[in-house]
């Protein structure tokens, strides 16, 4: 059974390049989750989908960043233009919404540098 | 005001002997769920114990244990027999059910020594 799967798995790029994230959440699973994690901020929420709807966007840090999720088992995380402060590791996770008792499922994350 | 809060950055603790990592939660909704993941070094999330909030019993899993104390909204992780695998950081987590949104806090980072 797959879990969930992001790519790349890392990523370096230039300042002012845009960066797309991917990731495919578990089947059947019905939210996702992008999060961003630093040494400095820790785990930050970025934005989450119910049923493909965007819930709650308020984590996103500011207008490059955009997401998406065209069905139940594509989501994208987008950065346009990339700034090296961008750098971090981001992780997707999804879970099944329905009740308290189902925990996420994170991906392998993907480790972003933006030189 | 805080979701969740870890107050302690960093522990350490012998191999062999237990340990307790803290959290403590704030919530309105009668319903939420709270979870504890692991991060070792290579970086993936590591989902431990549950406990939901009309759980009568603490949740237990092998070696881990959940110390819920509903009216102290704290949800304390008891590992038992340490060992060094079990270095790492922890999170704690809250989901309610109204929002579906998870809360983590901070981290915990314990060192279990030889």
């Known amino acids: 059974d797959a879990g969930v799967i992001q790519s790349p798995r890392h990523e370096v790029t230039e300042m002012g390049q845009e960066v797309t994230l991917r990731c495919k959440p578990i089947?059947?699973?019905?939210?996702l989750f992008w999060y961003r994690q630093t040494m400095m901020r820790g785990l930050e929420l970025l934005i989450y989908?119910?049923?493909?709807?965007?819930?709650?966007d308020s984590g996103m840090p500011e207008d490059r960043f955009s997401a998406k999720m065209p069905n139940a088992s594509f989501s994208t995380l987008k950065i346009q233009p990339s700034e090296p402060r961008d750098s971090a590791v981001y992780f997707c996770?999804?879970?099944?919404?329905?009740?308290?008792?189902?925990?996420?499922?994170f991906g392998p994350g993907t480790r972003l540098t933006v030189t | 005001a805080q979701k969740i809060t870890q107050t302690q950055p960093g522990m350490f603790v012998q191999e062999k002997e237990a340990v307790t990592l803290d959290c403590t939660y704030d919530?309105?909704?009668?319903?939420?769920?709270l979870f504890w993941y692991k991060q070792p070094s290579s970086g993936e999330m590591i989902f431990l114990i549950y406990q939901g909030s009309y759980d009568q019993q603490n949740a237990t899993e092998g070696r881990y244990s959940l110390n819920f104390q509903k009216a102290r909204k704290s949800a304390n992780l008891v590992i038992s027999a340490s060992q060094l695998g079990d270095s790492a950081m922890y999170f704690c987590a809250m989901r309610e059910v109204g929002f579906n949104k998870f809360y983590f806090g901070s981290g915990t980072k314990l060192n279990v020594k030889p």
């Open positions: 989908f119910n049923n493909n709807v965007p819930i709650d």
């Open positions: 919530t309105s909704d009668p319903s939420y769920g």
């Open positions: 996770a999804s879970s099944f919404w329905d009740s308290t008792s189902y925990e996420q499922y």
């Open positions: 089947s059947g699973h019905n939210s």
